[in-house]
């Protein structure tokens, strides 16, 4: 079974920087393409970065020109590395692989990490 494990998040100030990890057991990880999502407190979980499996990105327009995500499939793991945050980046994220519907990605495991916890403070 996939297991998905996230970590790197933590408090930090507006204007801050955290690099977000996700490793990923039990899958051929380097035949598909992933992403970051995230959920803040009473809204709905939304795709903030996704790459391809040759690496091509896309983000969500909030954060773009302000997080990278990037992949090592020698270590079965993304990253999400989030430069000049603010308060409403705050939220947990997540990992997923992700499957591209023609008009969108679509999440394709079922399960979810415990995710980690990004909150950005004032």
């Known amino acids: 079974q996939v297991q998905l494990e996230e970590s790197g998040g933590g408090l930090v100030q507006i204007g801050g920087s955290l690099k977000l990890s996700c490793s990923v057991s039990g899958s051929r990880f380097s035949l598909i393409a992933m992403g970051w999502y995230r959920q803040a407190p009473g809204k709905e979980r939304e795709l903030v970065a996704a790459?391809?499996?040759?690496?091509?990105?896309n983000y969500e327009d909030s954060v773009k020109g302000r997080f990278t995500i990037s992949r090592d499939n020698s270590k079965n793991s993304i990253y999400l590395r989030m430069n000049s945050l603010k308060p409403e980046d705050t939220a947990v994220y997540y990992c997923?692989?992700?499957?591209?519907?023609?008009?969108?990605?679509?999440?394709?495991?079922?399960?979810w990490g415990q995710g980690t916890q990004v909150t950005v403070s004032s």
């Open positions: 790459i391809s499996v040759g690496g091509s990105t």
């Open positions: 997923n692989a992700l499957y591209y519907s023609g008009t969108h990605y679509v999440p394709i495991w079922d399960h």
